[in-house]
């Protein structure tokens, strides 16, 4: 186990049983979510409305808000959002509701109830924010940039654009990697083709590597307008390998320290079908970069080794297709949000279903998309799972965000672990006279090669 530490960048670990992994964390302890909010399983535990402040009244048409949330790191009590409302004709041509506030980032502190929206910060492309890991800055898309700026806003601090290229017509989606050194790019390049740029965090024109998808995926090119192909990002845990889920059903794996071809999952391993959404997938953290999960039109989840190319275990008919997905370390568990309305909670390893949430009924205010558009947009655009994985919030298509409680799963370690996190900094961790593979799981590092 090596640490490296730093009071502006958070702290790094690096795992004893994969050292080639390594992950940032947040200077402070871990903060939990606020124990006088944890309902029973399966209750609502809080609806938070996007731009709670803003009138939608008289604001032109929308057809659905897209919104984006995310938990804020070691701090199960903070969530930010940023949230778009578009209007959509045919299912395929997807527009801004210009008159309305578009890619605003909010954030919400459940502990005290306050919310604010970020001053001087905005989305200009499709909605999506990231928090580094470190804790310290957070980032959002523009069309040609990423836009970087500190948790704790200050006038004094600025915005900094980060990854900003000239060259390039149009960014779609990001993600920046788990040791907070890196931002994957993928944008659509002036020639109509996609390309997967890396940056170091710290670079602004420099790109560590360009990679044209094309050449390694003949088969993957942007959708030509007026359509609107939807596209998602993801790091392998060991920040090897980055995965691009697409709307129109494709997903690829790619080495990008190699610039290899490593998977086409949908030609390789699940034949005969496509992925359901772009974030219906998700690597398994206990691995370093080869298990991810996978959810297919067939509606069925299934999990497979990339390296391998072959399918592991598959779960029997969701009963309908899945709109996002996310893997729980401590949990053990997939969590996924089924167009239907449902939330299901399955176990990583078997895929046999554990808990499940009908919205219908846990939400009573829930309007079905599909009554408004058919197929043409997902009933939930976001999911995000706090550290211990005992909760849930779901970015919806209707304005708000949902928080649910999922089962508390817990064994005795588990519990030992985050009453450890919420005391000890993660600076000191490695200092603790404790075997180098707990070490490991206080930091949730992956322990399978």
């Not at 897209?66 to 527009?95: A, E, K, L, M």
């Not at 740029?197 to 088969?219: C, E, M, Q, T, W």
């Not at 067939?298 to 497979?304: F, V």
């Not at 708000?400 to 999922?406: D, T, V, W």
Request: with cysteine; net charge neutral; proline share 6%.
């Amino acid at each position: 186990m090596g640490l490296a530490a730093s009071s502006s960048k958070g702290y790094r670990a690096q795992g004893h049983a994969c050292p080639n992994v390594i992950k940032c964390y947040p200077s402070k302890t871990y903060t939990k979510f606020p124990v006088d909010k944890v309902k029973g399983q399966g209750e609502i535990i809080e609806i938070l409305n996007i731009l709670p402040n803003y009138s939608v009244q008289n604001s032109g048409v929308v057809d659905i808000w897209w919104t984006f949330c995310q938990f804020f790191p070691n701090n199960d009590g903070i969530i930010f959002s940023t949230s778009t409302p578009f209007q959509v004709f045919h299912g395929s041509v997807w527009r801004k509701v210009s008159p309305m506030p578009c890619g605003k980032v909010t954030q919400y502190n459940l502990k005290t109830g306050k919310c604010g929206t970020v001053p001087q910060t905005t989305c200009e492309g499709f909605p999506k924010l990231q928090i580094n890991p470190n804790g310290v800055r957070f980032t959002t898309l523009s069309t040609s940039s990423i836009i970087e700026q500190s948790v704790l806003y200050s006038p004094m601090a600025p915005t900094v654009q980060r990854a900003h290229d000239p060259t390039f017509t149009h960014y779609r989606d990001y993600s920046t990697s788990s040791d907070g050194n890196y931002h994957a790019i993928l944008a659509k390049t002036a020639a109509s083709v996609y390309a997967l740029y890396i940056f170091g965090s710290s670079s602004v024109l420099h790109a560590d590597a360009v990679i044209k998808i094309r050449d390694l995926y003949p088969n993957i090119s942007p959708l030509s307008a007026p359509h609107t192909e939807i596209e998602n990002v993801k790091w392998s845990p060991d920040n090897r390998h980055i995965a691009v889920g697409f709307s129109k059903g494709h997903l690829i794996v790619i080495d990008w320290r190699r610039n290899q071809r490593v998977c086409d999952v949908f030609q390789d391993i699940i034949l005969e079908c496509e992925l359901c959404g772009p974030g219906s997938f998700d690597f398994d953290a206990r691995s370093q970069h080869c298990i991810m999960f996978v959810a297919a039109n067939d509606m069925i989840l299934y999990r497979i080794n990339t390296d391998e190319k072959r399918m592991l275990c598959h779960s029997d008919d969701l009963g309908s297709f899945v709109d996002c997905l996310r893997y729980s370390y401590d949990s053990h568990c997939i969590v996924a949000a089924l167009f239907n309305l449902k939330i299901k909670v399955l176990d990583a390893d078997e895929l046999c279903p554990l808990f499940e949430i009908d919205l219908t009924v846990t939400c009573s205010d829930f309007e079905d998309i599909s009554v408004k558009l058919g197929s043409a947009a997902p009933n939930v655009t976001c999911l995000s799972l706090t550290t211990t994985g005992e909760q849930v919030a779901i970015a919806c298509w209707d304005r708000k965000i949902r928080i649910l409680q999922l089962p508390k799963v817990f064994n005795l370690q588990c519990l030992c672990k985050f009453v450890i996190l919420s005391l000890v900094q993660p600076s000191k961790i490695g200092r603790l006279p404790l075997p180098h593979l707990l070490k490991d799981y206080l930091y949730s590092l992956p322990f399978n090669p």
